[in-house]
């Protein structure tokens, strides 16, 4: 009994270890895509960006926390103040749950579950209930609005974005998303963003509405309603729906490689035609797939206007359900060919 409970033990002591790293590493990153946009977006707007604090601005993420840190925590007058304060909780503890599944490398995940496309699918369903909640809570009719738009969003890019990966689960014949990098490394191209190249698209365009991110940012929309959900936030409530916002950004990238390019592995014809690229350790592979996309996150919002609500519900149901459903009646065909 002794040696059970020692046993138990050093799991727990391991497993809390394991989600502090994680933790630590991905709210290091968050902060640091904040002022990386900032940086971004201002040289394409031929700015310089942040450079007060610290060199180059370095320290501009530590200024922005501590600033949001002390700001007054404020309670409208008209608002449900329980749902008001558990409201951005609610947003951020689905985006870190997602991390729990999502495998960093080949020996390297927190919860190694066989239903881990479904859960972290799961979780960006139950994510938007955080949204709701702060436009309902709010008391405020932009705040309302802000709500409603984003329920009406996600209603209807996850059926897209679930039908887009419907295809890579029948390709891997596995909901593990290890299982599924590790079917991709053995398949003819490598990668699946090639024989399902419409899959992979609107896969990648279902992302950026379900994190909100421009041009898909109307529960926001600041040039119509204020700040949409988060009008009557201030102080760190404010900060913790950022926080879960580039938190969503870092899931949705992961989602992309792991599902899509292969994960931590590289397919044989690029290791073919530059053969260094064998020696890059595996988490520096996936990183680097998903830094590609957070860049590509900040480039369409640099680039692109923000869209109508009624373009938004008019591509998803009438362009991205359909190309959905085409993607994945090809991956069927590829697969009873036996390809």
């Not at 881990?116 to 994510?127: C, Q, T």
């Not at 509405?209 to 949409?228: H, K, M, Q």
Request: include cysteine.
């Amino acid at each position: 009994m002794g040696l059970s409970n020692n046993s138990l033990l050093f799991y727990l002591f391991i497993t809390f270890a394991e989600i502090m790293v994680v933790l630590g590493i991905i709210l290091l990153h968050a902060a640091y895509t904040v002022y990386i946009e900032r940086k971004v977006i201002g040289r394409m707007q031929a700015r310089l960006g942040p450079m007060e604090v610290g060199p180059y601005g370095l320290l501009q993420p530590l200024a922005d926390l501590i600033k949001l840190l002390f700001k007054e925590d404020i309670l409208p007058r008209d608002s449900h103040k329980t749902l008001f304060q558990i409201a951005p909780l609610v947003l951020l503890a689905c985006a870190i749950a997602n991390l729990s599944v999502i495998p960093f490398n080949p020996s390297f995940l927190i919860a190694d579950v066989n239903l881990g496309v479904l859960v972290v699918l799961a979780l960006a369903s139950l994510g938007v209930y955080g949204i709701i909640l702060a436009g309902y809570s709010s008391g405020s009719k932009y705040s309302l609005l802000g709500g409603l738009r984003s329920a009406a969003q996600v209603l209807s890019y996850e059926i897209p974005l679930g039908l887009s990966l419907a295809g890579v689960i029948l390709a891997a014949e596995s909901f593990s998303l290890k299982d599924i990098v590790e079917a991709q490394a053995q398949s003819l191209l490598g990668v699946y963003a090639l024989p399902q190249f419409l899959g992979f698209i609107v896969f990648l365009i279902c992302a950026f509405a379900e994190t909100n991110r421009a041009p898909f940012d109307l529960p926001e929309a600041e040039s119509e309603l204020v700040a949409g959900y988060i009008t009557e936030y201030s102080g760190f409530r404010m900060g913790l729906f950022f926080l879960a916002e580039y938190i969503s950004m870092y899931i949705m990238s992961l989602l992309i490689a792991l599902c899509y390019l292969g994960g931590w592995s590289l397919p044989w014809w690029l290791i073919a035609l530059f053969p260094f690229l064998q020696a890059l350790p595996p988490t520096l592979v996936l990183a680097l797939k998903v830094y590609f996309f957070i860049f590509l996150f900040i480039w369409v919002r640099a680039t692109f206007p923000r869209y109508r609500f009624d373009q938004l519900m008019s591509m998803s149901w009438k362009i991205l359900l359909p190309l959905s459903l085409i993607n994945f009646m090809w991956v069927a065909i590829l697969k009873r060919g036996g390809l």
